[in-house]
């Protein structure tokens, strides 16, 4: 399968890093010469420094022999026009970056009549995101699976006794809850019983959302779960719009920082509903002046993602019930478990995610990149064809770093054991290392013997560590 990224900055980047590990036969293009020598000294890919846009170029690349066109780079229009020429030169799928608020009323339009298989709008994806985790009820940082049947909560256990130096399988009083992953320092680890739990690790619980609910009760105190009445946005860009417009829709009254005058006047047009403060959302002494403290919720989405992890820090200690942060890079992600923040957003890892759900097919209802990019939650659904169908959990031996978490079943949550058998119909939420997606892929969406097929991943894995 081979696959065309065009625009390999930060977000392309991620994508291209992603594709390769579904082994992609990856082709990068950009018309910056630094950006594809990082790129080329980076990933395994074949690296070309042009304008994609150059028919040339296409010729050249032979782009009917490509599974994908990705176009990712800063300018919209030429995102469209690539993805239009690259289909009609006979790619098959093209999926193309549009970011301008202008574009999302039009996109069905453009999508339709250019032949543009999927329009992705990152700042649109990550304001959705942001959204959902402030209007739970929770305070720590959480997501939904099979229509808000099964949660998953982050929780970072500090010097907790109840959690430190103990085994997973010795825990109790956690409410019928799956530790399902683990960030230690950084670096993600999928769990088994013995496993050992150490202080301030981050721990993932899965579970019915009404036990996670109760946990976050249990940890957070229940006086301080209240429902968000006012939000404050650092930055009024095209996320910080997006937040704006959706918060808005749910009744909630939105206030946006942003240092720029004339985006400012363009914010009251377009979110006349808003208060919109023109000044330097960086500085303390405005954030103290706008008693930052009152609102339920701080939001930090300007481009700079250290600005946005500082202030977010600060909104934080001002004692905001909820301060999230957006960022866009990987550099930060060894210390974002120690920052108290309650939930940052990573621009390029849920971009990515929507893309790898395009690339595996309808087979996968959702994917989540989770702790810092490095384990992904898939969500699908058992078919009468598939591998697993009518196998019991513990006859598929499975790898490491690969876990069923959850199975939904007639509408009624199961945290699974190794005696569950996967029935047709099932919808299971499946754990899994994002080094190890290939693994899991050929186990959970093949068709044929399923102990042949195991056996063959596990050698093949065998020889390579040889």
Do not use: W
Request: proline share 2%; aromatic share 6%; with cysteine.
């Amino acid at each position: 399968m081979k696959a065309l990224v065009v625009g390999v900055g930060k977000l392309g980047y991620r994508i291209a890093a992603s594709l390769i590990d579904e082994n992609y036969e990856v082709t990068a293009v950009d018309y910056d010469e630094d950006v594809i020598e990082n790129i080329s000294n980076s990933l395994d890919v074949m690296s070309i420094n042009a304008n994609a846009l150059d028919f040339g170029v296409l010729e050249e690349l032979d782009i009917s022999t490509y599974d994908y066109v990705i176009a990712t780079t800063t300018n919209d229009e030429a995102n469209v026009i690539l993805c239009t020429i690259s289909k009609k030169l006979g790619a098959k799928y093209a999926i193309a970056r549009v970011r301008d608020p202008e574009y999302r009323k039009h996109l069905n339009f453009i999508s339709e009549e250019l032949e543009i298989d999927k329009i992705i709008n990152p700042d649109y994806a990550t304001a959705r995101s942001i959204v959902k985790y402030l209007m739970k009820r929770y305070q720590l940082y959480s997501d939904e699976f099979a229509g808000g049947k099964v949660s998953l909560v982050e929780f970072n256990i500090g010097n907790d006794q109840n959690f430190i130096d103990k085994k997973i399988m010795d825990i109790k009083n956690i409410n019928d809850l799956l530790i399902a992953a683990i960030s230690r320092q950084g670096e993600a680890i999928i769990p088994n019983g013995s496993t050992v739990l150490k202080e301030n690790d981050v721990i993932i619980l899965a579970g019915k959302s009404k036990n996670i609910e109760n946990f976050d009760k249990e940890h957070t105190g229940i006086n301080r779960t209240r429902s968000l009445r006012s939000t404050m946005i650092l930055g009024g860009g095209k996320t910080g719009l997006y937040l704006a417009m959706l918060l808005i829709r749910e009744h909630v009254n939105v206030t946006i920082v942003e240092q720029n005058r004339d985006r400012c006047l363009l914010l009251k047009e377009m979110v006349p509903e808003a208060e919109i403060i023109n000044g330097d959302g960086t500085d303390i002494d405005i954030l103290e002046e706008e008693m930052v403290h009152t609102y339920d919720s701080f939001v930090a989405a300007t481009g700079i993602d250290e600005a946005n992890l500082l202030m977010a820090l600060v909104a934080k200690q001002s004692g905001i019930y909820k301060s999230v942060a957006k960022i866009s890079r990987t550099n930060y992600d060894k210390v974002l478990d120690k920052l108290n923040i309650d939930a940052v957003f990573n621009t390029s890892y849920i971009t990515a995610a929507e893309i790898l759900k395009e690339v595996r097919g309808k087979d996968s209802l959702s994917i989540h990149l989770l702790l810092n990019g490095q384990v992904e939650t898939i969500e699908l659904i058992i078919k009468e064809k598939h591998l697993v169908s009518n196998k019991l959990i513990e006859e598929l031996n499975l790898p490491e770093n690969i876990l069923i978490i959850a199975i939904v079943r007639d509408g009624e949550m199961i945290v699974p054991n190794g005696k569950t058998r996967l029935l047709p119909k099932d919808r299971i939420i499946i754990f899994c290392k994002h080094d190890e997606a290939p693994k899991m892929k050929k186990i959970f969406y093949s068709e044929g013997k399923i102990n042949d097929m195991i056996n063959t991943i596990r050698n093949r894995g065998n020889k390579d560590e040889l």
